[in-house]
């Protein structure tokens, strides 16, 4: 019996640390296993006791990459408890910074963490030795994203300006709209992004995906609506809790989601376009029928393509809230009470859901937190399982690098996940 170990004892390119473990026996993979070792950080826990309106503060301090999100999630789950009502122009402000989150953090992630498996260099540094142009333009597409960030919730990593029932400072009309030229410029390089991904080789792979997303009735969904998915569910975010569980696998810090029962599902980019093509705007349609990426999506590869066209989606919308920005008036201020409630939102990796329960004070008793690469565990595991066993006559080498590159799909942050890639794998 031969046995072959393939090992990496760091995966660049994502927000966090793991490994994985493939075994395969007769050319099939026998067991899959996704460690992730970075050690639980505990949010869940020390946000107990706390007064819910220092919550959104702590929670954004999840995620250097995508706050915005964990903070507007927690904030609606906590103005549900306390019945506070949102402004139409509070709602309006807070897509457009979400939006700003969702453009930083997919050129992050096209152009510096994945494009380079695509062009053959190892991190962006070498990457814009080759294709300096394609850095530049990453840099300053990203660079848009954090300056929507700075200028409503006061700084681009980490925002303090977001509160309960609103925000701590609403930003001057003509701050806002200083930021249209840029946007503009940013829409057309993400149509560019579009084009250039699109001719990128991406490998022949195909997996049949339950998919599960946010879908608003009007618009491409960020901040509302209800969960959705490919098998016919349509839930409203009060029955997540009913349809999706957590578990523990002993060789993981982070826990697992799957769909009751026992069912892997598939969140982000791919998820939201499968669920909703039809709610994106003119633009970002067109740029997907150019690309020729159509639905269903079930090509994981694929996902640097879907990305940005979500990239071209989230530009033309801030363009567009931009203009139509008002100043909204003082926050709500919601009075303390007892109650439990939950909230999802679509972060740039997927759906993150937040439920809390507070007491008659306002003090938080409980919490719970599911990012989206905690729900898409399961799916990593099935989808490096099944590529493994597809290419199992690739070199350790070859081998290695496809499976960072197919973990890399997913953009996973496996700090938001513990409450990749260190790959072995037996050859029997």
């Not at 759906?351 to 003090?363: A, K, S």
């Amino acid at each position: 019996m031969k046995t072959r170990v393939i090992t990496v004892n760091a995966l660049a390119r994502i927000e966090g640390e793991a490994g994985l473990r493939v075994r395969l026996r007769e050319g099939r993979a026998a067991a899959v296993e996704l460690q992730v070792f970075e050690p639980p950080r505990f949010f869940e826990a020390f946000l107990r006791g706390r007064r819910f309106d220092e919550v959104p503060d702590i929670v954004a301090r999840i995620c250097g990459i995508c706050p915005v999100a964990h903070q507007l999630t927690a904030i609606a789950a906590l103005e549900a408890i306390g019945n506070v009502p949102v402004d139409p122009r509070v709602a309006a402000l807070r897509r457009l910074i979400y939006l700003g989150e969702w453009i930083e953090s997919h050129a992050l992630h096209v152009y510096l963490l994945h494009a380079p498996d695509f062009l053959g260099a190892q991190s962006a540094l070498e990457l814009a030795s080759s294709h300096r142009e394609v850095v530049e333009r990453a840099l300053r597409l990203k660079r848009v994203g954090n300056e929507i960030m700075t200028t409503i919730g006061g700084r681009e990593i980490h925002p303090v300006n977001l509160r309960v029932g609103g925000f701590y400072r609403a930003p001057d009309r003509s701050a806002v709209q200083a930021l249209g030229d840029d946007l503009k410029w940013a829409r057309d390089a993400a149509v560019e992004t579009a084009e250039f991904v699109s001719h990128l080789e991406t490998p022949s792979f195909t997996q049949d995906y339950e998919c599960v997303s946010l879908a608003e009735p009007d618009r491409y969904p960020l901040v509302d609506g209800r969960i959705h998915t490919t098998s016919g569910l349509d839930l409203a975010v009060s029955e997540y809790e009913e349809h999706f569980e957590e578990e523990h696998a002993s060789y993981s810090n982070a826990l697992r989601s799957t769909l009751k029962p026992e069912r892997p599902y598939l969140v982000g980019p791919i998820a939201r376009f499968n669920l909703n093509v039809d709610r994106l705007w003119p633009l970002a349609k067109a740029a997907a029928t150019s690309a020729r990426v159509t639905v269903p999506v079930q090509n994981p590869f694929l996902s640097i393509v879907v990305r940005a066209i979500e990239l071209i989606q989230a530009c033309d919308e801030a363009i567009a809230l931009v203009a139509a920005y008002e100043p909204p008036a003082a926050a709500a201020e919601m009075t303390p009470r007892a109650g439990r409630s939950g909230a999802c939102s679509e972060a740039p990796r997927g759906l993150l859901y937040h439920r809390y329960t507070l007491d008659g004070r306002g003090l938080v008793l409980d919490a719970r937190i599911v990012p989206p690469t905690a729900q898409n565990q399961r799916m990593m595991e099935r989808d490096l399982g099944a590529f493994v066993a597809a290419n199992a006559d690739l070199s350790d080498a070859d081998l290695t690098w496809r499976c960072e590159q197919a973990i890399r799909n997913y953009d996973p942050c496996i700090s938001c996940a513990t409450h990749f890639l260190r790959l072995h794998v037996d050859r029997c």
